[in-house]
């Protein structure tokens, strides 16, 4: 590309550190200890990094107003490899002191941006619009232009202000789409993401084929486009604000698998933990016409240095009615974090056979082990005696949502004694033992203060429904809307999704003292209801009622724009720091995780802009270059979905996300909070 450098939307203002505020841990009784059947096993793998790749047909240009002679004013270029429509969108907060002129190459000068060149006969453009572009409470004024059948090759940008801006830069960002079926498609080498570790994308051109979709990610299908790129790199933003270009290569070496196959891979050491920026850039000669494409990835590193061992023990309760697998650990972790396992065992009835037995999982804190541990009654079930093996186990920050360390397989060892008393426990208390898979079992035993007796079920009777609002938000709700509810208010706030979580449980159970509630969660809001429900024992677990989790616009499987946008508010003195948990990357490993018993609980709602006519208006017309269609301006639909469980309760349009679309906020459509308020259990 001619005349700039791309870099970061997302690079002055990053947190150094990943976790904003420390939210004690409960303590280990107060964390469920789940476990499933091996019909689960599927549904619980960390899917490839390809479930969370981001493809585009723009770019991002930066532009920072230089000072000359009392004049404000940046130039560049960009190159236009589309006969069909460009989108032009700016995002400043300083937009009203700024002006905008363009060049077409076609041109003999350049002409002001302004509604004069929309309109009669001179009219080069399509529309104009005006909108927030952002994540709830992390939003900036948009302002697009849209051309139809615009000429293409390098058109001139010129961008002076009528005042004097800040010293510092950038003023603003240009997002330039081109519509096109090529597109940049780029993916995360891997979900281990620790300090000291490589980090790194795979990138490639691809042409789509917009007639055919593909059954595994329901987007179009794709060929990869080769010898086409001239330029290929990778800009990376440290946590601290240091920017560094890598080199892209498809040259066989090193990181890349295959020399001139169209995949271009980078990777650099990350030195120190918080969240990166990971911005891959593709320039060349499409068609006989110049292109450039760009995405960013937000990858937030572990600073935990936890590593599974190669050893593992059993041991059992005094009762005999839990099984304990200590797996041995190497490195540190000032957080508990999220453990994971399969448990195999010999068969009892052809010793020469392995059979699985159930998956096990929970918050665990980390010492020289790690230990998980699992109701005696699954052995039983699956016809299983020792000795037993650990398979697919891995261990997981539980606060930004990437992997730690994995192991594929280690056999347990017994404990002195052990061996013997398992198996004569398996003969005693088989006859007793039925094909009914307990609470105990799924999460581990009750704690006193969650066990509903007589006196305590008529204060459960009398519970509340929970309104919760999202990632950097204010008040949402409207309470008048809802009966014997409370509004969370947690507002303009930034939190990991376990923090969320012990956060709406502190509202409810400490603030309120309430023994029974349900919840009804906006966008984030709705992740880290679930998260509750999975991981700790709260009162949602004695909600009396229909529903015990509702949601509207919650990014279960993430959200595009975080990985691009979720600094922006801060970059510009509004909204909140960068969530990982909000990145298409950190939902994923996030949900895999997440159980299935867990999202049988939730009744998820969606909404998206009005698409009944071609001149319909987008929720955000900015919003539309980054995200898959249909979205809400925020979230796509396609990534707002349960995939193991929970009841999709249908997608209602001219609806947006929030307040400053181009349609109503989708938590004001009082039809809807009049079902979820009567169907809520409380």
């Not at 005999?320 to 994971?340: C, H, M, N, Q, W």
């Not at 298409?584 to 995780?593: D, I």
């Not at 969606?606 to 539309?624: E, I, K």
Request: charge should be negative; proline fraction near 5%.
């Amino acid at each position: 590309m001619k005349g700039f450098t791309f870099a970061s939307l997302l690079v002055l203002v990053v947190c150094v550190g990943v976790v904003l505020c420390k939210i004690a841990t409960p303590s280990v009784e107060l964390r469920k200890q789940l476990a499933g059947p091996p019909s689960e096993f599927a549904h619980m793998e960390v899917p490839d990094t390809a479930a969370a790749s981001l493809r585009a047909d723009s770019t991002f240009l930066p532009f920072t107003l230089k000072n000359s002679r009392g004049s404000f004013t940046w130039t560049s270029d960009y190159p236009v490899d589309t006969p069909e429509q460009i989108t032009v969108t700016v995002l400043s907060p300083h937009k009203e002191n700024l002006q905008f002129w363009l060049k077409a190459p076609n041109d003999n000068e350049y002409r002001k941006v302004d509604q004069s060149l929309f309109d009669g006969p001179l009219s080069m453009g399509k529309s104009y619009f005006s909108s927030h572009f952002g994540i709830d409470g992390a939003v900036v004024p948009s302002y697009s232009y849209v051309f139809y059948n615009p000429p293409t090759g390098y058109w001139g940008i010129i961008i002076n202000s009528t005042s004097e801006l800040p010293s510092h830069g950038p003023h603003g960002y240009l997002l330039l789409d081109n519509l096109s079926n090529y597109k940049i498609l780029s993916k995360l080498n891997s979900y281990v993401l620790e300090t000291g570790e490589k980090a790194g994308v795979t990138v490639q051109l691809i042409q789509e084929n917009p007639h055919e979709i593909s059954a595994a990610d329901s987007l179009p299908t794709y060929t990869t486009v080769k010898d086409v790129i001239t330029v290929a790199k990778l800009h990376v933003t440290t946590p601290s604000g240091q920017e560094v270009t890598v080199p892209l290569h498809d040259d066989g070496l090193e990181d890349d698998a295959v020399a001139n196959d169209g995949l271009y891979t980078a990777t650099i050491t990350t030195a120190t933990a918080g969240n990166y920026v990971f911005q891959p850039i593709l320039e060349g000669i499409l068609n006989q016409q110049p292109f450039a494409r760009s995405v960013s990835h937000l990858v937030g590193v572990s600073a935990e240095t936890v590593r599974i061992g190669s050893s593992a023990n059993y041991r059992y309760s005094a009762d005999k009615s839990i099984v304990y697998f200590d797996v041995a650990v190497t490195g540190r972790s000032s957080e508990p974090v999220l453990a994971y396992a399969q448990v195999w065992g010999q068969s009892a009835t052809n010793p020469s056979q392995t059979v699985p037995v159930a998956w096990v999982e929970s918050i665990v804190d980390v010492t020289n082990t790690v230990t998980l541990q699992l109701h005696h009654n699954w052995v039983v079930l699956a016809k299983a005696v020792p000795p037993f093996t650990l398979k697919q186990i891995t261990l997981q920050d539980k606060e930004i949502n990437t992997i730690l360390s994995q192991s594929s397989a280690i056999h347990v060892k017994e404990t002195e004694g052990q061996t013997l008393s398992l198996l004569h426990l398996y003969k005693n208390v088989v006859p007793t033992v039925t094909s009914t898979i307990t609470e105990a079992m799924k999460y581990g035993p009750r704690p006193a203060q969650y066990t509903l007796t007589n006196a305590t079920m008529s204060t459960a009777s009398t519970g509340k429904l929970i309104l919760v609002h999202g990632y950097c938000s204010g008040e949402v709700w409207d309470p008048s809307q809802f009966t014997n509810a409370l509004l969370f208010t947690d507002y303009k706030q930034s939190r990991t999704q376990d923090q969320f979580a012990l956060l709406i449980k502190k509202f409810a159970e400490e603030t309120h003292s309430l023994k029974s509630y349900g919840i009804v969660g906006h966008s984030q809001g709705g992740l880290a209801s679930v998260h509750l429900k999975a991981y700790y024992w709260s009162g949602l677990d004695n909600a009396q009622g229909n529903r015990v989790i509702q949601s509207v616009g919650s990014p279960y499987q993430g959200c595009s724009l975080a990985g691009t946008l979720a600094d922006l508010g801060g970059m510009f003195g509004i909204g909140c720091s960068s969530n990982n948990d909000l990145a298409p990357n950190g939902a994923q490993v996030w949900l895999s995780k997440v159980p299935h018993e867990a999202q049988t609980k939730v009744f998820y709602y969606t909404t998206q802009y009005d698409d009944s006519w071609f001149l319909s208006p987008a929720c955000v017309t900015a919003s539309g270059m980054v995200l898959h269609s249909p979205n809400d301006g925020t979230c796509e639909i396609k990534f707002s979905t349960l995939d193991k469980a929970g009841y999709n309760m249908g997608t209602v349009k001219k609806f947006c996300h929030t307040d400053g679309m181009n349609y109503p906020p989708q938590t004001k459509d009082a039809s809807r909070n009049a079902i979820m308020n009567r169907e809520a259990a409380r």
